[in-house]
């Protein structure tokens, strides 16, 4: 069966890339040394047979009429018998003395006649396990020149250490290579299976598997990317737990005033005897339920619309007269439920909303405190300015909420006392939409303790002013 290669996955190109990597290490390992140690072998050659050739022109530069036997004496007596080759030619390239013999090759003679020109010649090379050097220097008397001199050196020794050398560094460039590729197969492997469980984590909770929690150790970045999933995924769980509270809790809330209307029309339908005192009763009942119905919608609505986050466009708005609309229309609530409004409102606090959703959050904070207060309680309603910015208050003589309970009082459709709140009418869902406007205007609110009994509520917007805007 034949294994296709997929060129785009992790593996293939991270061994490409620990491949390239090792190759142009190992070609630098190989090379660099090698040349650096033959380049200096080849600058030694030059140095010694340079100050030996010199010193061979010099003397055989006083001879009168050299010969062979007085060139090889003067060999002799300047110890240089040990080159392999020696040769003296005149002025006019006439051989006068071959250690050798014969057998010239073509760049002897040509770097002889380049002598005989003036000019010093130097050639080294490596030929197999042995150096091969050659040095022609003209011979000069009195700014003439009579002649030249090649010396040529074969070293064996250096040539052979050379080559020692190269096959040492190859044979731990392939340990190197064999040991790196064995180190990158077992780290990728272990690192591919660390991204491979992430992947095979996150198609479970695609899956809809939200309390699945991918196992991590360690402290490096994968660990952490697992430990965000982690928490990701919990967020997700959460939301998703919310999500089908909310869902439940808003069928109950539809279907219950839903059923009232249902059941009451069903029993007008049904009892043909009914007197018109009751039938207006029933209808009235109707008609309750059908507002009740038709404000849990609006605030359903209303919170929608600031899950979607849906641009607006912010104005100035004054804080103070959005106050005095919202008691205009609850001081009837206020009066049937003998609650006294206390209120101390001060001028220029202008924030930068909308006037609906200052409406909304001024309007349900003191409706709640209304709604759940005591017979003949107070709400206390107070507007200022402080520092930069704008602080609402209402606090109440109520029932109170208790500090276990503050967490959860911004949760939809979440009640403390589920029985009072329906007798109240309440949907659980004003405080909620007070908590997302606030955010969504840049906002801040707390809850606290009305001493000695109440609740108090404390809104913060930044100040709006024409230099700060």
């Known amino acids: 069966m034949k294994r296709i290669i997929n060129t785009g996955s992790i593996r293939f190109r991270f061994f490409v890339f620990i491949a390239l990597l090792l190759l142009v290490l190992l070609l630098l390992l190989n090379l660099y040394p090698y040349i650096s140690a033959r380049d200096a072998v080849y600058q030694e050659k030059q140095s010694s047979m ?76 490596l030929k197999g396990e042995s150096f091969s050097s050659g040095y022609a220097v003209p011979v000069s008397a009195q700014g003439v020149i009579t002649g030249a001199v090649y010396l040529h050196e074969s070293d064996g020794e250096r040539g052979r250490i050379l080559h020692a050398m190269q096959i040492q560094i190859r044979t731990v460039s392939v340990i190197i290579a064999a040991a790196a590729f064995a180190m990158a197969t077992v780290y990728s492997a272990g690192t591919l299976r660390r991204v491979q469980e992430l992947s095979a984590s996150m198609r479970i909770v695609a899956g809809g598997d939200y309390s699945y929690r991918m196992p991590t150790s360690g402290t490096d970045e994968l660990a952490e990317l697992g430990n965000e999933f982690n928490e990701l995924t919990e967020r997700l769980e959460d939301t998703e737990r919310q999500r089908r509270r909310f869902v439940s809790d808003a069928s109950h809330e539809l279907k219950t005033p839903l059923a009232s209307i249902r059941l009451l029309s069903d029993s007008i339908v049904q009892n043909e005897d009914m007197d018109v005192g009751t039938v207006r009763e029933f209808v009235t009942d109707i008609g309750n339920e059908a507002e009740r119905l038709q404000r849990t919608t609006e605030k359903l609505l209303a919170l929608s619309r600031l899950d979607d986050d849906i641009q607006i466009v912010p104005e100035p708005v004054d804080v103070r007269q959005v106050t005095l609309d919202a ?46 207060n005591v017979p003949n309680g107070s709400v206390g309603v107070f507007l ?86």
């Not at 609530?333 to 409102?345: K, N």
Request: charged share 25%.
């Open 50 to 125: 340079s100050s030996r050739g010199a010193a061979l022109a010099s003397a055989l530069a006083v001879l009168d009429r050299p010969d062979e036997e007085r060139v090889a004496e003067v060999l002799r007596l300047l110890d240089i018998q040990d080159y392999d080759r020696v040769i003296f030619v005149d002025g006019e390239g006439r051989v006068i003395y071959d250690s050798r013999g014969g057998g010239d090759d073509g760049h002897v003679q040509e770097d002889l006649r380049t002598a005989l020109s003036s000019k010093t010649v130097f050639r080294s090379s």
């Open 327 to 372: 008691l205009a229309v609850l001081r009837p609530l206020a009066e049937e439920r003998s609650v006294t409004i206390r209120t101390a409102l001060d001028d220029g606090c202008v924030v930068l909303a909308t006037v609906d959703d200052m409406f909304h959050i001024v309007f349900n904070l003191m409706e709640n405190a209304i709604k759940y």
């Open 384 to 469: 200022h300015i402080g520092g930069e910015s704008v602080l609402f208050t209402v606090e109440d003589t109520g029932i109170g909420i208790p500090e276990s309970e503050t967490y959860n009082i911004f949760s939809r459709f979440y009640r403390i006392d589920k029985a009072r709140s329906r007798e109240a009418g309440g949907s659980g869902l004003g405080l909620s939409i007070v908590h997302d406007a606030v955010k969504a205007h840049g906002g801040s609110i707390a809850v606290g303790q009305n001493k000695p009994q109440g609740s108090r509520f404390i809104v913060s917007f930044p100040l709006y002013s024409i230099e700060r805007t």
